[in-house]
Every structure is written in C-alpha cells, then in structure tokens.
C-alpha cells in the first residue's frame, strides 16, 4: 500500500539559512507524483512543488527545491534562505498511480512544523 | 479569480446531528476532492467527483456522502456526527480527474462536534 512517512515532527531553523525536510514514500507504481504543501495557521494548503516519478531533473520553484532520490524513496524539501513567514506545517504527498484507473487522490505524511527563528 | 471557496468556515454541531459543507471550484476546474484532516494529522482522502460523477472514495463510513452539481460546486454530508468527526474539511479543486496534478486547495471548514 502506498505511504508517505515524514519522521521529523518538528523543526527549527535560523532565518536566512536553509532547510531540510525528510520526506520517504512506498509505492509500487511505477507512475506517480510527489508533492510539498505548506499549511499555516489559517488552514489552507498551500502547493509548493511537484516532481513526477519520471522526472529526471530535481524540481525547483523559487526557494524550494526538491531533492527526489528514486532508488532510496526519498523526496526531500529544500527551503533556501529561510523567512518568518515560512514558519508553518509542511505536508509531503503522493498521488496514487495513474494506471488502471486509478482516481489520483493525494495520499499526505504527517507532517513536519517549521518554527523559522528571527 | 476567485480560489476554491469552502462554507461555512466554522461549524459546531451536537452529536447525533447532520452537517453539510460546501465547497466551490477554481472557474474552469471540473473535479473537486474532500479531504478529512484531524488535529496532529495529515489530510485524508474521503470523495473525488469528476464531471458530476464519483471518481473516487475514501475508507469513510457510509455516514459520508456527497455529490457535485452542473456548475461543479460540491456538498460533503455528515450524518449521525460523531465526536470523532471534529476535523479540517478541506475542499480541493482541479482542472481535470485523475491525470492532472494541479490540485488547489480551499481554507476548509472547521467542523466540531459536541
């Protein structure tokens, strides 16, 4: 069954330096996609980025960048150059397999919290 | 434009009672998704409708239920609400079902149970 493990439940970092964040997944698709969300305080999930299973370039979106290792299951946040405001929880997701039918809902971790430090 | 737009925001109700939330698409975005978050929890799957038809469910109880109307505007139903129900309903829209990642999120509806 596919799932997403984020095993960081909560991290700091020092504005203006970067971040990681873990996230690993299991599937046995061999299509899928890979995504970050951010969820402030107020709810919403805010998409960041996304890196398809066939991708061969890591995916970068501003200051985030995703360091997709296919062969360890991997598919780390990067946040460069940390800001206030990026102080949130931060959602890794998979979408299911887009073969056989599949209705490609999104399967998320638990999450990490990021507390940036002024 | 407008995002995907959830109503209510807030909602408390008592054990026992019935919940309809409601959720509007993107403009132009055909599928719409629901998603259950509990407290400390990430986002779980309940319903996806694509054109008006259910594309996908969730491991819910048949207590959940919902549809999409012809301007794609969706309804989430809660029955027989249980405390356990408290959670983050969260709406998400897309173009397409299935095939596209672009998923959008509303800012959910904050059900609670008493």
């Not at chain 1, 069954?1 to 330096?17: D, H, L, N, W």
């Not at chain 2, 408390?12 to 509990?38: D, E, F």
Request: hydrophobic fraction near 30%.
């Amino acid at each position: 069954a596919q799932k997403i493990t984020q095993t960081q439940p909560g991290m700091f970092v020092q504005e203006k330096e970067a971040v990681t964040l873990d996230c690993t997944y299991d599937t046995s698709d061999q299509s899928y996609g890979l995504f970050w969300y951010k969820q402030p305080s107020s709810g919403e999930m805010i998409f960041l980025i996304y890196q398809g299973s066939y991708d061969e370039q890591n995916a970068t979106e501003g200051r985030y960048s995703l360091n997709f290792q296919k062969a360890r299951k991997s598919a780390n946040l990067v946040i460069s150059a940390s800001q206030l405001g990026d102080s949130a929880m931060y959602f890794c997701a998979m979408r299911e397999g887009l073969s056989g039918g599949s209705q490609g809902n999104l399967i998320f971790g638990k999450g990490t919290k990021l507390s940036v430090k002024p | 434009d407008a995002g995907v737009t959830q109503s209510p925001t807030h909602l408390i109700k008592t054990r026992g009672q019935h919940v309809t939330l409601r959720c509007s698409p993107i403009s132009g975005h055909k599928s719409v998704s629901w998603y259950q978050q509990v407290l400390g929890q990430g986002p779980q799957f309940i319903f996806q409708y694509y054109e008006k038809e259910e594309r996908g469910r969730g491991n819910f109880p048949d207590r959940f239920s919902a549809r999409q109307f012809p301007n794609y505007s969706s309804e989430l139903n809660v029955n027989a609400l249980l405390l356990g129900d408290s959670a983050l309903y969260l709406c998400a829209s897309s173009p397409r079902g299935g095939a596209d990642y672009g998923y959008t999120f509303g800012s959910g509806t904050r059900l609670t149970v008493v």
